[in-house]
Each structure stands twice: as structure tokens, then as C-alpha cells.
């Protein structure tokens, strides 16, 4: 991808169980921010993490973030069928002039 | 609030003809768009970056000659594929910046191009 990677690149759970994915990027940023896919559509955002924060919450989702590492990481608790799709971190600088993606991670969820 | 339309959904083409896309932002006025491109199973590729009223900013390795890039508007930008070919069939997906400071992006549902 043009920024990082994400790991694992596919994961496969039973519903009720946490998610967690991890993504990797390259360059010094201004936020890093989440977003899910579901086949063969547009990207929903779902959280940003601005540098300056370590951890926020919203809903069933906990995002991380360490700037030292370059890396960030997503959970989904209790996870639902639904929550079924391909999960994108996407970085951008201090003037939000370019946004980046990993390599993305396909979630499947198992009732 | 805040929605990126883009049309077409789906489009099928011969080599050689010329697609345009169009990308707009239904209720909030957009003065930076995003182009990107997803191959089957992959993540996505910044094309270039819309700026209303000037040109176009192209990632590396881009042909701005064939991915015209026109941005009249502030809730209007199109991506014209020129001379496509069977290699340039992919899903385009344009993303327009949200409110000033938010960093949010909005995302079009994509176009699919098959280029016969």
C-alpha cells in the first residue's frame, strides 16, 4: 500500500468475539483514522485518532494509537455478523492535503 | 449530512473510448477531492488529489494525460479515463474533505469500470 500495512490481512471469528486489527504507516502524521468497506462499495468512516491522543472509544469500537512505533490498532468487542467487511487505516499530514491507506483487513464474522 | 454522490455505478466501455466520472458533494461544498483506485482484494491507491479551481495533484507513477482530473466547482469533480484499455478496468472511488479541521473523508459508493 502507499502508507502501510495492516495485519492480520484476513481474520476470521465467531460472533461475540473481540476483533483486533493493527496497522502500520510510514510517515509523521496529523490523524489516523479507521474506516470499514463492505464488498464492492464506498468507505464509512468510522473513528479518527488525532497524534496527540493514545486511545479513544466509540461504541464497540477501541482504537489506539503510538506515534513511536508507527502503528495503531483497532478492536472490535463483542463482534456481530454484520461487522462482516474489509477494515482500512488511512493516515494524513498536518493540512489533510493527502490521505493514505494500508493494505486493509478483511473481517469475517461467523454466526 | 455530509454525502459524496458518484455516477456512474458501473460502467462497460470498448478499448479506446474515453469514461467520465463524476463525483459530487450533495450538501456540504467540497474544496478538495480525492481519487482513488481499488484493484480486486487490494486497498486504495491515491490517484491525485482535486483542488476546485486549479489543477490537479498526481501521486508517482500517475498519467495525468490519462486520468484528466477536472475540479469547476466546489461540489463538483470528474475523472475522465482517456483511450481506456482492458488494464485500466478497476473500481474508482472519489472522497471529498468534510467540514474545515474535521480530517474526516466522505466517500462516494465507487465506480466499477470494465474495459472491454
Known amino acids: 500500500s502507499q502508507q502501510g500495512e495492516e495485519d492480520p490481512q484476513a481474520l476470521s471469528i465467531q460472533e461475540g468475539e473481540n476483533a483486533t486489527m493493527n496497522c502500520s504507516y510510514k510517515?509523521?502524521?496529523?490523524?489516523l483514522q479507521w474506516y470499514r468497506q463492505n464488498s464492492g462499495r464506498g468507505l464509512v468512516h468510522l473513528i479518527l485518532?488525532?497524534?496527540?491522543?493514545r486511545e479513544k472509544h466509540s461504541g464497540r469500537l477501541r482504537v489506539t494509537l503510538d506515534t513511536s512505533k508507527k502503528s495503531s490498532s483497532l478492536l472490535i468487542t463483542a463482534s456481530r455478523a454484520a461487522d462482516t467487511a474489509s477494515y482500512f487505516c488511512?493516515?494524513?499530514?498536518?493540512?489533510?492535503?493527502?490521505?493514505?491507506f494500508g493494505s486493509g483487513t478483511k473481517l469475517n464474522v461467523k454466526p | 449530512g455530509a454525502v459524496v454522490s458518484q455516477h456512474p455505478s458501473r460502467v462497460i466501455c470498448k478499448s479506446g473510448t474515453s469514461v467520465k466520472i463524476e463525483c459530487r458533494s450533495l450538501?456540504?461544498?467540497?474544496?478538495?477531492m480525492f481519487w482513488y483506485r481499488q484493484f480486486p482484494k487490494q486497498s486504495l491507491m491515491l490517484m491525485a488529489t482535486?483542488?476546485?479551481?486549479?489543477?490537479?495533484?498526481?501521486e508517482q507513477g500517475v498519467e495525468k494525460d490519462k486520468f484528466l482530473i477536472n475540479h469547476a466547482s466546489l461540489t463538483l469533480s470528474t475523472l475522465t479515463v482517456t483511450s481506456a484499455h482492458p488494464e485500466d478496468s478497476s473500481f474508482y472511488i472519489c472522497?471529498?474533505?468534510?467540514?474545515?479541521?474535521?480530517?474526516?473523508?466522505?466517500f462516494g459508493e465507487g465506480s466499477r469500470l470494465t474495459v472491454l
Open positions: 488511512a493516515t494524513s499530514g498536518y493540512n489533510f492535503n493527502k490521505f493514505y
Open positions: 510517515t509523521s502524521i496529523n490523524n
Open positions: 485518532i488525532r497524534s496527540n491522543e
Open positions: 450538501d456540504f461544498q467540497a474544496t478538495t
Open positions: 482535486s483542488n476546485e479551481g486549479s489543477k490537479a495533484t498526481y
Open positions: 472522497s471529498a474533505s468534510g467540514l474545515a479541521g474535521t480530517g474526516e473523508l466522505f
